[in-house]
């Protein structure tokens, strides 16, 4: 048996295409009336065309959310299109989704201008990045689930998608030695998921097929091999989505997965930091680059995944995930939040196996303790109070300068937070990165001694001092450049029933000005929360709010604060204890 026919097969063992009577049958009615709905409001809206004058702020202005919205929407737009027709199945979506499919033919690339060169995209330079890629994705499925559809209207139309994407995807990814091949960061299995889901629908030279099929299981390799044996995402559970979430839908693609079972302990690994770093009333740890706070684990991955692996704490998270956000009943509204559009090609695996999600035991996965070693990533939970302390280094994948922070929650409620990153512009991914305050280690929980914060890279870093179950202490001197004077500051946070101690240990070459330690909070009255001693620390109450853009108050609301607490005495050598109620 060829390759093409093997693949032929495996996909439509894998998913069934819209006209079979499981997309009618077997999805309970009420999730079939929430897709309808969705795709209804799109009925009839023309196509948006993209701008090129918006395209180029990017490089103008460094803006890049106004292009990226105009974007998005529009594949938003094809998306809900898409998923009502393949559960209704009666045809009435189908005018608009083939103008749809013209209207993405016509546009001169599908990714957006902050992973291009020019100011304006050419239809000559083709580079293969995040959301051409994925763009591609939702175009493909949706070939591949419409196909007699389309073919009912005219056999040109798959032909037509076959040729835009052999030019913007399957060439130009298998000619190039692009950087992300053997990345250990997202862009690399998050491309090669999508790519792969072009190869196997699209391709049709069967050499080429085999060659990016090989390609694409090297890449994931790569991914996986530089990935720290303890399974942590050093991008933090936002990116997770799109970094082990992402590989396993390379491995659950390939015709061949046998090739990774030496690696299947790290898998699981992988896997379990989704539930790992979960907190609870839908909050997770959001160390470095995370846009949310919340709702970041998505139930059309963490089901499935957990499903593949049987690890039976993930399946059980991802149902309480879709009970809690009513995916039996509103499906819709997860599927239009599950990426920066919605994810097709997720929500239709997710949904070939909804009866045994249904038949699934939800359970909230409140884990006492985890620790991470290879990210020296610690959480504890203890009676109400939830903690998570972190070391690493400051040359991380979307790096904050953030060594030894530390957040609380209570509750489920955030107390000490991380404030996470705001809108992108071309300023986040530069070499004035550290401009931006989120990046600053200033606005984390975190000293800044001698007056001077820490420094970004990866020599900067600290040393794990002791780790049991609880309790964590870190030297985390090494994280500040030579300006802050520092011999050794030892850091220990202690997770009990009544809250959180931290023991500042600490030995300075010199005294040069007042060492102030940071506490970041979104509640102005958080300082009747920590006790510490006023012949020690000073406490002043900074209001930050005006710092806030729209993405981050979207997290946290419209207010922010950072508590100052200023250690009095001039000593070199001192011990400052506290503690978080």
């Known amino acids: 048996m060829n390759l093409l026919l093997t693949i032929a097969l495996g996909i439509a063992n894998l998913l069934p295409q819209a006209e ?22 799109y009925l009839g809206k023309a196509w948006t065309a993209l701008p090129w004058t918006v395209f180029a702020e990017n490089k103008i202005t460094g803006n890049r959310v106004n292009y990226e919205g105009i974007c998005f929407e529009k594949r938003r737009h094809l998306a809900a299109l898409v998923m009502a027709e393949i559960v209704e199945g009666k045809g009435r979506f189908m005018n608009d989704i083939i103008d749809g499919i013209g209207s993405f033919c016509e546009e001169t690339w599908w990714g957006i201008p902050a992973h291009y060169g020019k100011r304006i995209p050419l239809q000559e330079i083709q580079e293969v990045d995040l959301f051409n890629a994925e763009t591609a994705s939702l175009i493909v499925w949706t070939r591949y689930m419409l196909e007699k559809q389309l073919d009912a209207f005219s056999p040109d139309i798959c032909q037509r998608i076959d040729r835009e994407v052999e030019q913007r995807i399957l060439k130009p990814a298998v000619a190039n030695n692009y950087w992300w091949k053997t990345a250990g960061m997202n862009w690399n299995p998050w491309i090669c998921s999508n790519w792969l889901a072009c190869v196997l629908i699209c391709e049709k030279d069967e050499a080429r097929k085999a060659e990016a099929i090989a390609q694409i299981e090297k890449a994931t390799h790569a991914f996986i091999d530089a990935y720290p044996e303890d399974g942590g995402c050093d991008e933090g559970p936002g990116y997770w989505d799109r970094a082990a979430a992402s590989m396993f839908e390379v491995l659950r693609l390939l015709p061949d997965a046998s090739h990774f079972d030496a690696q299947a302990e790290k898998i699981k690994k992988m896997a379990a930091y989704s539930y790992k770093t979960y907190i609870g009333h839908d909050y997770c740890v959001n160390f470095a680059d995370a846009h949310e706070n919340k709702a970041v684990q998505q139930v059309n991955i963490v089901y499935p995944f957990g499903y593949w692996l049987n690890d039976k704490t993930m399946r059980e998270f991802g149902a309480y995930l879709g009970r809690t956000k009513q995916v039996l009943t509103q ?13 097709l090609g997720r929500e239709l695996f997710f949904l070939r196996n909804i009866r045994d999600f249904i038949a699934e035991k939800p359970q909230e996965p409140l884990i006492k303790d985890a620790w991470l070693p290879n990210l020296q990533i ?17 040359g991380e994948s979307h790096n904050h300068n953030d060594v030894g922070s530390f957040i609380v929650y209570v509750d489920g409620e955030p107390l000490l937070i991380d404030p996470g990153v705001g809108e992108y512009t071309a300023k986040t991914f530069s070499n004035s990165r550290y401009e931006i305050w989120t990046m600053q280690s200033g606005y984390h929980n975190l000293p800044q001694i001698n007056g001077t914060d820490q420094q970004d890279g990866k020599a900067f870093g600290a040393k794990v001092v002791s780790h049991q179950n609880g309790k ?27 809250g959180v101690s931290v023991t500042e240990d600490f030995e300075l070459d010199a005294y040069k000005a007042p060492t102030r330690l940071m506490l970041m909070t979104t509640n102005r009255d958080a300082l009747k929360h920590i006790s510490y001693n006023a012949n020690q620390l000073e406490a002043v109450i900074e209001d930050i709010s005006n710092q806030l853009d729209p993405l981050l108050q979207g997290m946290w609301g419209k207010e922010m604060y950072r508590i100052v607490l200023t250690v009095k005495s001039a000593k070199t050598k001192q011990q400052i204890k506290y503690s978080i109620k």
């Open 331 to 343: 499906p819709a509204k997860l599927y239009d939040k599950s990426g920066n559009f919605p994810t």
């Open 20 to 41: 079979d009577a499981f997309w009618r049958d077997s999805i309970p009615q009420e999730m079939k009336q929430s897709y309808t709905v969705y795709g209804e409001q």
């Open 472 to 498: 964590l202490t870190l030297d985390i001197a090494g994280a500040y450049p030579q300006e802050a004077a520092v011999k050794s500051w030892k850091r220990t946070v202690t997770a009990t029933k009544s």
């Open 378 to 394: 610690m959480t504890a939970r203890r009676g109400g109070h939830f903690t998570a302390f972190k070391g690493g280094h400051n």
